[in-house]
């Protein structure tokens, strides 16, 4: 039997929990501002839900989901992304008559890939879903969101925001056809991968991060030129909201999603820190109007975009974040103590102060490194004598300094310092 972790998984500890919670709490709160209500899918989802949405030619269905089938021989899924189960969720509880719709979420998704620098087979996203709303309004919305969690973090310096419009079905048609006929005579230059993607989806090879395609790539039919004044006048006026807001973008003509569902704006937050290395984008987002429409396979069309961000990658950036509060170390010393110091850790406990109980030794330096070890603020110290004249020695131990008091007193000297501490 193996006890080792699984290839592409990570246990979180210590720095890299406390720093995955602050990113979870720092987006639950920005997205709690533009009024995003939190909603949690499940990890497993039928098969079908993913296939559908992301083509069955598509990598993540071809080569990255985790599929198998259960006890009743139903295909089932680990969930490669959240977006997916969002959309099924809104179909199946039947929620057209409560549009619009604001879902936040975070949690876990799958994929079977390389692992490597910020992408492992189990990571971790925050994102939103925005249902119903038609207009540039959603788009610049969902953006600002963004910039606010960034800010919040501390890192939006350490990001791009780069933006595209990849035009309604119209546009897209008319780029692709112009981009078979561009690509095709250039089929053996190209990598493996793109090769194969020119028969399933072509919009994907400008994605590319092969070197080889990046040299073709440069010269290929630009979205731009083929947008109709629709697209035009949506991306405009994008742009201009994100203008108003004082928000810097780069346009970027190569920034595509290969997904028939998307349309109009597509976004990405990069970052060019050193310890991104390939994997710089941190936040992927786009507008998504025909998912749930090719989903249901019927029914009226629900305008949608939306954003996920990936945490593992944010980690990266993070600088300054809480650390775990210090506790207060309780000492007792002798069996009588060590009773009162239950009542007492109770007491403290219940009033939302962090209590540190060290296990039952009788050397005194011994607790007191542990409480060390543990960071801890304040040490409370009795024995039996100071049970019997129930007081307790409160030590700071940073100054190292130490005073008698009475124990009815220790919840209220606690209760003062969390006061001047607010």
Not at 110 to 121: A, T
Not at 147 to 168: A, R, V, W
Not at 254 to 270: I, P, Q, T
């Amino acid at each position: 039997m193996s006890l080792k972790r699984v290839r592409g998984t990570e246990d979180l500890k210590e720095e890299s929990q406390l720093k995955h919670n602050f990113i979870v709490e720092t987006a639950r709160e920005a997205a709690r501002r533009f009024y995003f209500q939190e909603i949690s899918t499940p990890i497993l989802e039928f098969t079908e839900i993913f296939s559908r949405t992301l083509g069955v030619e598509s990598d993540i269905v071809n080569k990255e989901m985790f599929t198998f089938k259960d006890r009743n021989q139903e295909e089932i899924t680990l969930r490669p992304e959240v977006t997916a189960g969002v959309a099924r969720h809104f179909i199946t509880e039947k929620l057209h008559q409560h549009l619009p719709l604001r879902f936040f979420y975070q949690g876990p998704s799958f994929r079977y890939e390389r692992p490597q620098k910020g992408r492992l087979r189990q990571f971790h996203q925050v994102g939103i879903e925005l249902l119903g709303e038609p207009s540039p309004r959603g788009d610049i919305e969902c953006i600002s969101l963004a910039c606010l969690f960034f800010q919040k973090l501390g890192i939006e310096k350490e990001l791009t925001l780069e933006i595209n419009s990849i035009g309604d079905l119209e546009s897209r048609t008319q780029h692709r056809e112009a981009l078979l006929s561009y690509l095709k005579p250039l089929k053996n230059k190209l990598s493996e991968d793109s090769q194969r993607r020119l028969k399933t989806n072509p919009l994907r090879i400008l994605d590319s991060k092969e070197e080889q395609d990046k040299e073709l790539i440069q010269s290929a039919p630009s979205i731009q030129d083929f947008l109709n004044k629709r697209s035009k006048t949506f991306f405009e006026d994008v742009l201009k909201g994100l203008d108003a807001l004082n928000i810097p973008w780069k346009q970027n003509s190569l920034l595509v999603r290969g997904l028939d569902y998307y349309n109009h704006c597509v976004f990405e937050f990069k970052s060019s820190h050193e310890k991104m290395g390939s994997q710089n984008t941190v936040l992927a987002g786009g507008r998504y109007d025909r998912l749930i429409e090719i989903m249901a396979g019927e029914g009226e069309r629900v305008y949608g975009v939306g954003w996920g961000a990936g945490i593992e990658r944010i980690r990266f950036l993070i600088q300054d974040y809480p650390s775990f509060p210090r506790p207060i170390a309780l000492v007792p010393l002798g069996e009588e103590a060590e009773n009162l110091a239950l009542k007492l850790a109770w007491q403290l406990r219940q009033e939302g102060l962090i209590v540190f109980h060290p296990r039952a030794m009788s050397n005194l330096s011994k607790k007191m490194k542990r409480a060390s070890q543990m960071r801890a603020k304040y040490a409370l110290i009795f024995g039996p004598e100071e049970v019997k004249n129930e007081t307790l020695s409160i030590k700071n131990m940073d100054t190292q300094t130490q005073k008698p008091i009475p124990v009815s007193q220790a919840l209220s000297f606690f209760k003062e310092k969390l006061s001047d501490k607010a």
